[in-house]
């Protein structure tokens, strides 16, 4: 009960947080464009970020939190909790404090690495330079709201935590829409609003970690402590994979920067996948993958059938959502972002742009459960090769596409290199554990079965389609115009998989109340 309790609310929070970067995404575009200030803003912020997964929530947070949870449960040494706590912020301090430092003097370095090509735009090079300095202590201000986060859930405090994120959303919103428009040199003031926003961040959770009875200030003398070096020890297995996955992202704003407005289109375009990804597949995932780790432990025959029906069961969810937004990407796009200083121009290539990145959703939510997979059967090696395999095949497909084709050549790449990652890792799962080949055969007519309905709607879609032209600006009379053909679709989907013998609703229904019920 507890359990649900907290995933209930976090449910809510999650959705007001996705509401909230979804307000400061439309305040940055209505306000600035696509272009030159919104590239430099969101290359200069991506820099710091590339570091974020290490010290904040990433490898910190997944070392930290079981320990913590540890000492401070029943029979644990409360005192020896406080002083890990003090330790390991003083182990941010030093180490990130360098970073940031290190940061700021190499940051001409740093940009020219990650957008070469704003050194050919007059300007643009330098006001990327100057927003990346001032951003660069927002690393440390979210490694301490990290830290904070650990100290507050492992005494099962999530709610505080979960909420975070708004402030940051909302303040750099707020900067946009009021005071951008007032000022001669926006640069350092959105580039301002971002340390507001991390200051805050961990501002509103030092109270409550100071009434757990955690001093929020650095034992340097704890540096040295067993336990502070047991946390560093198990952060160092997640750095390979952080490494791939920044580098895959640095590659994708150099390529990008070599086009005007090139970085902002390939964010919008990327921002919509994401925002479906982490609404539904992460959700799923999280729900339903647990039973395979708990069926590997009892029932170990019954743990490729779960893997397989999992599979299919996002599947069932991704391969519709891909196909809505690569055929009706630019009213989608035109919606969510059009209006403002984002121009119907603005609109047009960001929606190619996701149309092309549309169908590696199907791969990115494959990936997500046979990674999944893998890590239930204690395997972490595997899934790091498959991302550096991913990443080859994506540098490769940037190499090849993006001179003829602009950013949906980025889009395109995406979506080749997270198809074969998904290949990648159900061949040699199935090759190392197996599959129950009674198993097999069903789930891949259900997948056939999905497609055929798939492809039928598309179909329709593609007659509606002209109806939906002109929607270039968010506005009621667009979303009424979306709304009328995405829920008929949505409907008629469900109804023509059940229809051919489909069981994957019911399946998902029953599986959510179980987990509810435990």
């Given at each position: 009960?507890?359990?649900?309790?907290?995933?209930?609310?976090?449910?809510?929070?999650?959705?007001?947080?996705?509401?909230?970067?979804?307000?400061?995404?439309?305040?940055?575009?209505?306000?600035?464009?696509?272009?030159?200030?919104?590239?430099?803003?969101?290359?200069?912020?991506?820099?710091?970020?590339?570091?974020?997964?290490?010290?904040?929530?990433?490898?910190?947070?997944?070392?930290?939190?079981?320990?913590?949870?540890?000492?401070?449960?029943?029979?644990?040494?409360?005192?020896?909790?406080?002083?890990?706590?003090?330790?390991?912020?003083?182990?941010?301090?030093?180490?990130?404090?360098?970073?940031?430092?290190?940061?700021?003097?190499?940051?001409?370095?740093?940009?020219?690495?990650?957008?070469?090509?704003?050194?050919?735009?007059?300007?643009?090079?330098?006001?990327?330079?100057?927003?990346?300095?001032?951003?660069?202590?927002?690393?440390?201000?979210?490694?301490?709201?990290?830290?904070?986060?650990?100290?507050?859930?492992?005494?099962?405090?999530?709610?505080?935590?979960?909420?975070?994120?708004?402030?940051?959303?909302?303040?750099?919103?707020?900067?946009?829409?009021?005071?951008?428009?007032?000022?001669?040199?926006?640069?350092?003031?959105?580039?301002?609003?971002?340390?507001?926003?991390g200051v805050l961040q961990a501002a509103v959770q030092a109270p409550a970690v100071r009434r757990l009875g955690f001093r929020i200030s650095p034992l340097w003398s704890a540096i040295?402590?067993?336990?502070?070096?047991?946390?560093?020890?198990?952060?160092?297995?997640?750095?390979?994979?952080?490494?791939?996955?920044?580098?895959?992202?640095?590659?994708?704003?150099?390529?990008?920067?070599?086009?005007?407005?090139?970085?902002?289109?390939?964010?919008?375009?990327?921002?919509?996948?994401?925002?479906?990804?982490?609404?539904?597949?992460?959700?799923?995932?999280?729900?339903?993958?647990?039973?395979?780790?708990?069926?590997?432990?009892?029932?170990?025959?019954?743990?490729?059938?779960?893997?397989?029906?999992?599979?299919?069961?996002?599947?069932?969810?991704?391969?519709?959502?891909?196909?809505?937004?690569?055929?009706?990407?630019?009213?989608?796009?035109?919606?969510?972002?059009?209006?403002?200083?984002?121009?119907?121009?603005?609109?047009?290539?960001?929606?190619?742009?996701?149309?092309?990145?549309?169908?590696?959703?199907?791969?990115?939510?494959?990936?997500?459960?046979?990674?999944?997979?893998?890590?239930?059967?204690?395997?972490?090696?595997?899934?790091?090769?498959?991302?550096?395999?991913?990443?080859?095949?994506?540098?490769?497909?940037?190499?090849?596409?993006?001179?003829?084709?602009?950013?949906?050549?980025?889009?395109?790449?995406?979506?080749?290199?997270?198809?074969?990652?998904?290949?990648?890792?159900?061949?040699?799962?199935?090759?190392?554990?197996?599959?129950d080949r009674a198993a097999v055969g069903p789930n891949v007519v259900a997948v056939l079965r999905q497609a055929a309905v798939v492809a039928v709607l598309v179909v329709g879609l593609?007659?509606?389609?002209?109806?939906?032209?002109?929607?270039?600006?968010?506005?009621?009379?667009?979303?009424?115009?979306?709304?009328?053909?995405?829920?008929?679709?949505?409907?008629?989907?469900?109804?023509?998989?059940?229809?051919?013998?489909?069981?994957?609703?019911?399946?998902?229904?029953?599986?959510?109340?179980?987990?509810?019920?435990?």
């Amino acid at each position: 009960q507890r359990l649900v309790r907290h995933a209930s609310r976090m449910a809510v929070v999650t959705l007001f947080c996705r509401v909230s970067g979804y307000l400061r995404d439309k305040a940055l575009f209505s306000v600035i464009g696509a272009g030159f200030l919104y590239d430099a803003y969101r290359t200069a912020n991506r820099i710091p970020n590339a570091f974020r997964g290490l010290f904040a929530e990433g490898t910190l947070h997944a070392a930290f939190v079981p320990m913590l949870s540890q000492l401070v449960g029943r029979g644990g040494d409360r005192e020896e909790a406080r002083e890990l706590f003090r330790g390991l912020l003083a182990v941010l301090l030093l180490i990130v404090g360098l970073v940031v430092a290190v940061g700021i003097l190499i940051s001409p370095w740093l940009v020219r690495v990650y957008a070469e090509g704003f050194v050919d735009v007059p300007g643009k090079f330098d006001v990327t330079v100057l927003m990346n300095r001032i951003m660069f202590p927002y690393l440390l201000l979210i490694s301490m709201a990290a830290l904070f986060q650990a100290v507050l859930n492992s005494h099962e405090k999530f709610l505080l935590s979960a909420t975070t994120p708004m402030f940051f959303n909302f303040v750099v919103a707020g900067a946009a829409w009021l005071v951008v428009p007032r000022v001669d040199n926006p640069a350092p003031v959105l580039a301002g609003a971002v340390l507001i926003g991390g200051v805050l961040q961990a501002a509103v959770q030092a109270p409550a970690v100071r009434r757990l009875g955690f001093r929020i200030s650095p034992l340097w003398s704890a540096i040295r402590s067993p336990r502070v070096g047991q946390v560093l020890l198990l952060m160092l297995p997640g750095i390979p994979v952080l490494g791939i996955n920044q580098i895959n992202q640095l590659i994708s704003n150099r390529f990008a920067s070599f086009i005007e407005g090139g970085v902002s289109y390939t964010y919008g375009a990327y921002r919509v996948t994401e925002l479906v990804f982490g609404a539904v597949v992460v959700q799923m995932t999280t729900v339903l993958l647990p039973l395979l780790s708990r069926e590997l432990r009892e029932d170990p025959s019954q743990a490729s059938k779960t893997l397989l029906n999992t599979a299919t069961l996002v599947t069932f969810v991704t391969l519709p959502a891909a196909a809505v937004m690569a055929v009706l990407a630019r009213p989608i796009i035109g919606l969510l972002f059009g209006g403002g200083r984002f121009t119907s121009a603005d609109v047009a290539v960001t929606g190619a742009t996701l149309a092309a990145y549309a169908f590696s959703l199907i791969g990115t939510g494959h990936v997500k459960v046979m990674a999944s997979a893998f890590f239930a059967q204690k395997n972490t090696t595997t899934p790091m090769w498959g991302s550096l395999v991913a990443l080859i095949i994506f540098t490769a497909g940037c190499w090849w596409m993006v001179g003829p084709l602009g950013t949906p050549g980025l889009g395109w790449a995406n979506t080749i290199a997270m198809v074969s990652f998904g290949l990648f890792l159900t061949l040699l799962y199935a090759r190392r554990y197996g599959f129950d080949r009674a198993a097999v055969g069903p789930n891949v007519v259900a997948v056939l079965r999905q497609a055929a309905v798939v492809a039928v709607l598309v179909v329709g879609l593609l007659q509606v389609r002209p109806w939906l032209a002109g929607i270039d600006h968010t506005g009621l009379d667009g979303a009424l115009r979306l709304g009328a053909i995405m829920a008929p679709v949505g409907v008629l989907y469900v109804l023509g998989v059940t229809l051919l013998g489909g069981r994957e609703l019911a399946t998902l229904v029953a599986t959510f109340r179980t987990g509810g019920a435990e």
